[in-house]
């Protein structure tokens, strides 16, 4: 117990060094972590300094730990309340929506690239959750299914734009669905804040009504709860965190799936708990991810093929090693 808990306390503080150890990575090979750090608590460097590490890491490393933590606190909040390990916002429709609806922001000039792929990803969830809902209930598996579909039809809609589309635009269809930070600047992160940190701040307030939920809809009722009203307002929330991250940062594959379920095996299944940790976590890893997708090569990976190439494997391992942790 007491290890557990030290671990935890170390996660809490995982993102201070990430955080700092990022912004001293860059193309700019003059400035490194130690600049950064004297940066911080001096005012002795000049403005080139100064404006690499604020004005060009600094968004950057803001934007890749929001869209992580976004993703791991909804793909968390879905799990739970679904309670279903399956479950995680691309499920549902959210990544084909959001594809389809860059696509056709690419396609179309007049249409702005982030509201739009914003927008259609809460239609697909929408249109998942419609479906799925029968006399009031919704059926995990219905859930599942109804995803599935609408997941299909997006795509469709995605392969008609790409068919359609000039050379030169379905060269950037294509790059944007492979999930990228290259272009990360101050404007994307003030257009992804509001909509990412309102979504993880409702799902914190509501961390404990995930474990009431977790009991099934007739014990919830009768502990006092509202679990079709808790459930609608929690998957609201985080349709809007995870819409908000694919439209700035594209499709971050598996992301959503895995994080919460390593969480998980670390730190139990007490939604109390387990909700900061997501965030912090979520956070913290992706942006280690996006160093890496940054520096191993002489030009830059695109960060959704990292997290399948990494996660899939790390996941894999941990179930084998520890079983999933859903049960415990």
């Known amino acids: 117990m007491k290890y557990r808990k030290r671990i935890i306390t170390l996660l809490f503080l995982l ?21 950064v750090v004297r940066l911080l608590f001096s005012s002795e460097y000049g403005d080139t300094t100064a404006m690499i590490v604020y004005n060009i890491r600094l968004p950057r490393v803001l934007l890749v730990f929001m869209v992580g933590a ?7 909040a879905l799990q739970a309340i ?9 499920v549902l429709g959210l990544s084909s929506g959001a594809a389809f609806g860059a696509a056709l922001a690419l396609a179309v000039p007049f249409l702005p690239l982030q509201f739009t792929a914003f927008v259609f990803g809460l239609v697909a969830v929408a249109a998942s959750y419609t479906m799925a809902r029968r006399h009031k209930t919704i059926s995990v598996v219905s859930l599942i299914l109804a995803g599935i579909i609408v997941n299909g039809i997006f795509v469709a809609l995605f392969t008609i734009v790409q068919f359609v589309s000039d050379p030169f635009k379905l060269q950037t269809i294509v790059h944007w669905t492979m999930g990228n930070f290259h272009n990360a600047n101050w404007q994307k992160v003030h257009s992804a804040a509001l909509p990412v940190v309102s979504g993880m701040m409702v799902i914190l307030l509501y961390r404990w009504r995930l474990n009431v939920i977790a009991l099934g809809d007739i014990e919830a009722k009768s502990a ?14 985080a349709t809007i965190a995870s819409s908000a991250a694919v439209a700035v940062a594209g499709i971050i594959s598996l992301y959503g799936l895995v994080i919460p379920h390593c969480v998980r095996m670390i730190a ?33 990976i695109p960060i959704g093929v990292f997290t399948m190439l990494i996660g899939a494997p790390f996941f894999i391992y941990l179930m084998k090693k520890t079983g999933v942790g859903w049960e415990k």
């Not at 709860?225 to 459930?231: G, T």
């Not at 109390?272 to 830059?300: A, C, K, Q, W, Y």
């Open 268 to 300: 139990g299944v007490d939604n109390r708990r387990t909700i900061p940790i997501n965030l912090v976590v979520g956070g913290s890893f992706l942006v280690l991810i996006d160093d890496l997708s940054r520096t191993i090569m002489s030009f830059e």
């Open 224 to 237: 006092g709860a509202h679990p079709e009203r808790d459930k609608v307002i929690i998957l609201f929330a």
């Open 70 to 76: 976004s993703l791991a606190v909804s793909g968390a």
């Open 82 to 90: 679904f309670r279903n390990p399956l479950v995680c916002p691309y």
């Open 15 to 35: 993102p201070i060094p990430v955080l700092v150890f990022s912004l001293g990575i860059g193309a700019s090979q003059q400035i490194n972590v130690f600049d």
